[in-house]
């Protein structure tokens, strides 16, 4: 069977956007079909609102599961942003693409593979 983190890359390499790939890996977990998990996500590519589109589109998902578990959003939100710091330094879209000639800290597939890897994490420690 696939992994999330697998099948969220491959949508990537499938001309999906960061923050599609990754919602769209999960959508089944959050009662989103593909397709409506593909236009939620829409908004948040390319760092639409500064932050990488992977991560908001994680954000989603992990809304979501706090909602429905009564947990404290805000702290799973914190949580997840400083693992993905932890391996990338940053959130912010344009610095992890160096934009501005800065480096490229990470392309657009490894910030989707460690969001998608973060987010697998955190699902199965809610669990």
């Known amino acids: 069977m696939e992994s999330r983190v697998e099948k969220a890359k491959k949508l990537h390499a499938s001309r999906y956007s960061c923050s599609q ?14 397709e ?4 939620e996500a829409a908004p948040y590519s390319g760092g639409a609102e500064i932050k990488c589109g992977a991560v908001l589109a994680a954000h989603l998902v ?5 909602k429905e578990r009564g947990l404290n959003e805000e702290a799973l939100m914190e949580a997840l942003e400083n ?11 344009q610095e992890l693409r160096g934009a501005k000639g800065q480096p490229r800290l990470r392309t657009c597939r ?3 593979e460690d969001a998608s ?10 669990a």
């Open 110 to 112: 490894g910030c989707v």
């Open 36 to 39: 409506q998990a593909r236009q």
């Open 21 to 34: 790939a990754v919602y769209c890996a999960f959508c089944d977990l959050v009662g989103k079909t593909e």
């Open 62 to 66: 992990l809304s979501a599961k706090a």
């Open 83 to 93: 693992r993905f710091k932890d391996k990338n330094t940053t959130v912010v879209c």
């Open 117 to 126: 890897e973060i987010l697998e994490q955190m699902l199965m420690e809610l």
